[in-house]
């Protein structure tokens, strides 16, 4: 069974985010997307200052068998990636939650998070794939 | 196959100064580089193996042992119809005339040539029902894209702009939504039913004013005929859409049942697979398009055209090749030249050998074939993913149940099927099916080859009861074992590097 | 009946196994109102021993004429091992190594083709090769604007200059994507990609520059200022090279400051016959950076569960069976039994053969050149320097006096008049390695004699 904090907030396309205390998002896959996805051999990852509209692909994570985009969950700019991914990106198998996450984003407006899925209800969500 | 436990690189034959001399050419005076700009030349030289003739001989036929194909083993490999291809067929290619023939010869010295790829259009026409045929294509996917090409510039013609959705099976080839994208289209995926046919309620809410056409296959990727195409015909038609024929099962039916009476407006069709041409580790293919009536303008250049004699008041027929101002609405050139004349050159070799009566046995032994090797398997136990359905000239196997009960994966069965000295079927494709083979054995395969396959599953079978280790090992026997895919592309080697001195 | 093996008793057997009464009932869900009436458009089959003589029949109609043409398709030796190898069933009937620890055979051939392709560009990957060199231009086209994410246009300069039916392709197989076709001038004195040129282009967002080096006239463009020019635009530089000039011209890994960007090309010179226009095969080679981005097949080395040494296809996510509708291509194809005969080509030619190929090709043609433009009204069309082809003017249509050669056996080159009208009459020829002093004396004495009628009346 796959992990899936509490204290996250998912999407329908298996994202996580987490609400920093400054008022950014950090984003990253969930356990089961990696392990569904299987090793990863490739993250292509945004520039940092990129804008993004929401839904927008701002990244992708390459395993040997698929290739999925990272969609972005509210319109937001790119503060920060985590480029360590680029040379080590089996740190999402490893640690979807921790070391490998992908991005920071600051939000551009009062997003609309009402897509957003809760713990409970990712789990669903994550029962039926 | 040779059990040779490694072949070395090219390059580690290399030594300096050796060479197959006997294959340059004389070296010119120096004088005649005086002409080049220095700082145009080139000052290092490329990295390119110094070794004789016999080295590089013997090296590459050393590597050509460690390959399975069709010449040394039964290779039943779905939607690629992997039959025997004709050794007169490459005797007739390899003719000097032919080999030496210039692209941009004049067509007066080309008039034996022009005359097969003529007469190769008007039998793919035949065998087909369409109205014209396009050789230019240089694959499958190449004649997809001409395909979808036309279907756009039809619907512009016509100043019809907003039909940009393809309108694709969920079980289609990756090449079909591919191609969509190829051509600035959008691939929309539309379920299919359980008993392997269209789900026609799921077709109806997807067309409308948007869609430029759909791709099929039918036989479909599931290795059934689909029942309804005049309705699914009916349906896209009214909408306002075209219908693309993928051909690649077009072995199937040939002979039986041609798509131009199906309604299909327009196909590729897969010469390497259907008219046997050779699939040499990859290619080269040749994917002729053809096209209904209303296509007829868009077709791809060059084609090959017959002037009859009369008209010109010369012996013979002339033939010529037909460009731009014979058809301005064409969707333009996909090749440096004419296409792959030399693979065209062996499928009419092919359909002449076959000739009428020929070609519809191809499609009743295959399905023959299919039809057996399928009864056969579920004899022994395994699971057909559409047990109520005939099989096309391909058919399903499902492992679900070897991998609920046993662990056992397709990918397992198919690995063991090497040690046993078969080639694996396609496996995991389609999706839609979990832990899939897709089996298709051709006509050309003997009832005790199948037997001797089916013997092997079963035997395989057995294993995964009783020592399913073996199946996740396998292959023992072949040069290497399961090779680290995750490895190969974390960690890229794609070009050999000179070692450090 | 051809190639099916079955006796009576097999058929017998396999119907009763299946529970069918006759191979027809096989095709029972075929609604029986589609089903083929008759095929008697198709001819009667006809046996091995007849279908040779038929070809061999045709063969010969065609002849085997003396060869000066080139533009894009050339005529070189092919040393007898290529063809021998590669048409070993091994080779020759085997598919895409998809199970590869059945297929080393063909996936070590890739390794070291995609090696040596690699080496002869000077970049630093390659892919399993694509169609031909037109496709190979196309998908450079495609790939380019999927790489340079700072150019937001998909604009690509396309020099007039570039072969004509690549630069045909291109748009055929692009327009439907978006990307935008400027077509750049030639320098009309001396055929060659001037940078005065460009100077319309300063200040636009453009993706890409293509560089065809030497060029459809067979002239020698100045690479590293062109590519310099580019960069410093932020656009990406789509080398179009000949892989046997090569062997004598710096390879476009290393033109201008940086190199370009993404390489293609026809690999026809290597080791595969002119045979009518293919198959052929097109290669493509690039900068690690970019290899995402690149289609087709690749294939990489990487070791199996024991830790030996293999090679398997690899980066198959760019693919179309994988990422579907997102792929980088929708090609499966790699033109695998041609590109096996480039790799056996430049294996037997080595570095030292190729160079000899090369010059050998290059001094015959200025032979060629210099024996054909003392005729009077024959003159060489452009003043700089060019490798293995070159454009002379006539005083008179080109079309009568190629057919006027051809009624002598010789193929003299190509009419330009409907590629490059403006150009007045021009042919463009070529003489490789393969020419001899008596075949270019053959050829002139055909063309006095080709132009004296016409002068006399």
Redesign the interface.
């Known amino acids: 069974m796959s992990k899936i904090p509490e204290d996250l907030k998912y999407t329908r396309s298996h994202e996580w985010l987490k609400s920093m205390p400054d008022g950014s998002i950090e984003i990253g896959i969930s356990d089961h997307a990696q392990e569904a996805l299987g090793d990863l051999v490739f993250v292509e990852l945004p520039e940092v200052g990129r804008s993004l509209a929401a839904g927008e692909t701002c990244a992708v994570v390459e395993s040997v068998k698929a290739a999925s985009d990272i969609y972005a969950p509210v319109a937001a700019t790119v503060i920060a990636i985590n480029a360590q991914l680029a040379e080590a990106p089996e740190l999402i198998n490893q640690d979807p939650y921790g070391r490998g996450w992908i991005m920071r984003l600051k939000p551009t407006a009062q997003g609309d998070d009402s897509a957003l899925l809760s713990a409970h209800d990712y789990q669903v969500l994550a029962a039926e794939a | 196959m040779s059990l040779a436990l490694r072949e070395r690189l090219i390059f580690e034959y290399s030594r300096p100064g050796r060479g197959a001399r006997g294959q340059w050419p004389e070296a010119p005076a120096r004088s005649a580089l005086d002409a080049l700009p220095d700082g145009l030349r080139r000052q290092r030289r490329p990295l390119l193996p110094e070794v004789s003739e016999l080295d590089a001989l013997r090296h590459y036929t050393r590597l050509s042992q460690l390959n399975f194909s069709i010449d040394t083993h039964f290779y039943p490999l779905g939607s690629c119809t992997m039959k025997y291809n004709p050794r007169a067929c490459n005797a007739a290619a390899l003719m000097p005339e032919f080999l030496g023939r210039h692209p941009l010869a004049p067509v007066a010295q080309g008039q034996g040539f022009l005359a097969c790829m003529y007469e190769l259009q008007e039998m793919l026409k035949a065998v087909t029902g369409m109205r014209g045929v396009a050789l230019s294509p240089l694959a499958g996917a190449h004649g997809e894209f001409a395909g979808v090409a036309m279907i756009r510039a039809y619907h512009r013609a016509r100043d019809d702009l907003e039909r940009d959705e393809i309108i694709v099976p969920q079980a289609a080839h990756g090449t079909n939504p591919a191609t969509a994208t190829m051509c600035g289209c959008v691939a929309r995926e539309v379920a299919v039913g359980a008993d392997g046919d269209a789900d026609l309620e799921a077709l109806r809410a997807a067309v409308g004013p948007k869609t430029a056409g759909i791709m099929l296959t039918n036989p479909s990727t599931l290795g059934v005929f689909e029942r309804r195409i005049e309705e699914v015909a009916r349906i896209v038609h009214q909408a306002g859409g075209l219908l693309y024929y993928d051909g690649a099962n077009l072995n199937a039916i040939l002979g039986k049942v041609r798509p131009g009476d199906m309604g299909f407006d327009v196909i590729h069709m897969n010469l390497h697979k259907t008219f046997s041409t050779p699939h040499g580790g990859g290619g080269p293919g040749a994917g002729a398009v053809g096209v209904s009536a209303r296509l007829l303008p868009f077709l791809p250049l060059p084609i090959v055209a017959r002037e009859p004699a009369a008209e010109r008041g010369a012996e013979a027929p002339q033939y010529r090749w037909l460009g731009e101002r014979d058809l301005p609405q064409s969707i333009g050139r996909l090749t440096s030249f004419g296409g792959n004349a030399g693979v065209l050159l062996r499928a009419y070799v092919y359909m002449r050998m076959l000739g009428r009566e020929g070609m519809r046995r191809v499609a009743e032994y295959a399905t023959l074939n299919a039809n057996y090797l399928s009864a056969r398997l579920q004899q022994v136990g395994f699971e057909a993913a559409y047990p109520q359905r005939r099989a096309s000239h391909e058919f399903i196997i499902t492992l679900k149940r070897a991998e609920q009960d046993y662990g056992v994966t397709a990918m397992d069965v198919a690995k063991r099927l090497l040690d046993l000295g078969f080639h694996a079927p396609t496996t995991y494709f389609p999706m839609l099916i979990s832990e899939c083979l897709l089996i298709e054995p051709t006509e050309t395969e003997s009832k005790q080859t199948l037997d001797a396959f089916v013997n092997a599953m079963a035997q395989i079978l057995r294993e995964a009861r009783e020592d399913p280790e073996q199946l996740h090992g396998a292959p023992h026997t072949l040069p290497v074992r399961r090779l680290d895919d995750v490895r190969a592309a974390r960690e890229l080697n794609l070009v050999y590097r000179e070692p450090a001195t | 009946?051809?190639?099916?093996?079955?006796t009576d008793d097999?058929?017998r057997?396999?119907?009763a196994?299946?529970?069918?009464p006759s191979?027809e009932a096989?095709?029972?869900?075929?609604?029986p109102?589609?089903?083929?009436q008759s095929?008697?458009?198709?001819?009667?089959?006809?046996?091995?021993f007849e279908?040779?003589q038929?070809?061999?029949?045709?063969?010969?109609?065609?002849?085997?004429?003396l060869?000066f043409?080139g533009?894009?398709?050339y005529?070189h030796?092919i040393?007898a091992?290529v063809?021998s190898?590669?048409?070993?069933?091994?080779?020759?009937?085997?598919?895409?190594?998809?199970?590869?620890?059945?297929?080393?055979?063909?996936l070590?051939?890739i390794?070291?083709y995609?090696?040596?392709m690699?080496?002869?560009t000077?970049m630093?990957?390659?892919n399993?090769?694509l169609?031909?060199?037109?496709?190979a231009v196309a998908e450079g086209c495609l790939m380019a604007v999927r790489a340079n994410?700072r150019s937001k246009s998909a604009r690509i300069l396309l020099p007039r200059s570039l072969?004509p039916?690549?630069r045909?392709?291109a748009?055929?197989?692009a327009l439907?994507?978006?990307l935008i076709f400027d077509t750049v001038p030639y320098a009309r004195d001396c055929g060659h990609l001037d940078l005065d040129a460009l100077t319309a282009h300063d200040g636009q967002d453009f993706t890409a520059l293509v560089i065809q080096q030497p060029n459809f006239f067979g002239v020698?463009e100045?690479?590293?200022a062109l590519t310099d020019w580019a960069h410093a635009r932020e656009a990406l530089v789509i080398a179009v090279v000949n892989p046997i000039s090569?062997?004598?011209?710096?390879?476009p890994g290393?033109w201008g400051a940086k190199g370009a960007d993404i390489v293609v090309g026809?690999g026809q010179p290597l080791g595969c016959?002119?045979?009518?226009?293919?198959?052929?095969?097109g290669f493509m080679t690039t900068r690690?950076q970019h290899?995402?981005q690149m289609p087709g097949?690749?294939?990489?080395?990487?070791?199996?569960?024991?830790g030996?040494?293999?090679?398997?296809l690899?980066?198959?996510?760019?693919?179309?069976?994988?990422?579907?509708?997102?792929?980088t291509?929708?090609?499966?194809?790699?033109?695998?039994?041609?590109?096996?005969a480039g790799?056996?080509y430049?294996?037997?030619?080595?570095?030292?053969?190729?160079?000899?190929?090369a010059?050998?090709s290059?001094?015959r043609t200025?032979e060629l050149v210099a024996a054909l433009t003392v005729l009077p009204g024959v003159r060489r069309m452009f003043a700089r320097?060019?490798f293995h082809e070159a454009v002379l003017a006539l005083d008179r249509p080109v079309a009568p006096v190629?057919?006027a050669l051809?009624q002598r056996g010789i193929?003299g080159g190509?009419d330009l008049a409907d590629f490059y009208p403006e150009l007045g009459p021009a042919l463009l020829l070529c003489a490789t390695?393969t020419k001899n002093g008596a075949d270019i004396a053959a050829y002139a004495s055909a063309l006095t004699e080709a132009l004296r009628p016409a002068r006399a009346a």
């Not at chain 3, 090569?246 to 390879?251: H, T």
Request: with cysteine.
């Open positions: 009946m051809p190639f099916i093996p079955h097999d058929e057997e396999m119907l196994a299946i529970g069918a191979i096989l095709f029972d869900e075929i609604p109102a589609l089903r083929v095929l008697d458009e198709l001819p009667t089959g006809l046996s091995e279908v040779l038929l070809m061999a029949a045709r063969a010969r109609a065609d002849g085997r004429p060869c043409l533009a894009g398709a005529e030796h040393p091992a063809w190898t590669i048409t070993r069933g091994e080779f020759y009937s085997a598919y895409t190594p998809y199970q590869a620890e059945a297929s080393q055979g063909t070590q051939s390794y070291e995609q090696s040596m690699a080496s002869l000077g630093q990957v390659s399993a090769s169609y031909d060199g037109a496709t994410r072969h039916h690549y045909a392709v748009l055929t197989m439907n994507q978006g020698i100045e690479v590293d090569l062997a004598l011209l710096k390879p290393e026809e016959p002119l045979s009518s226009g293919g198959p052929y095969f690690m290899v995402r097949r690749i294939v990489g080395a990487t070791v199996d569960v024991d030996r040494p293999g090679f398997s690899t980066l198959q996510a760019r693919e179309q069976h994988i990422r579907r509708a997102k792929a291509s929708n090609i499966c194809t790699n033109q695998g039994l041609l590109m096996m790799t056996l430049l294996a037997l030619m080595g570095a030292e053969g190729l160079e000899r190929v010059a050998a290059m001094a200025a320097p060019t190629l057919a051809a193929q190509l390695e």
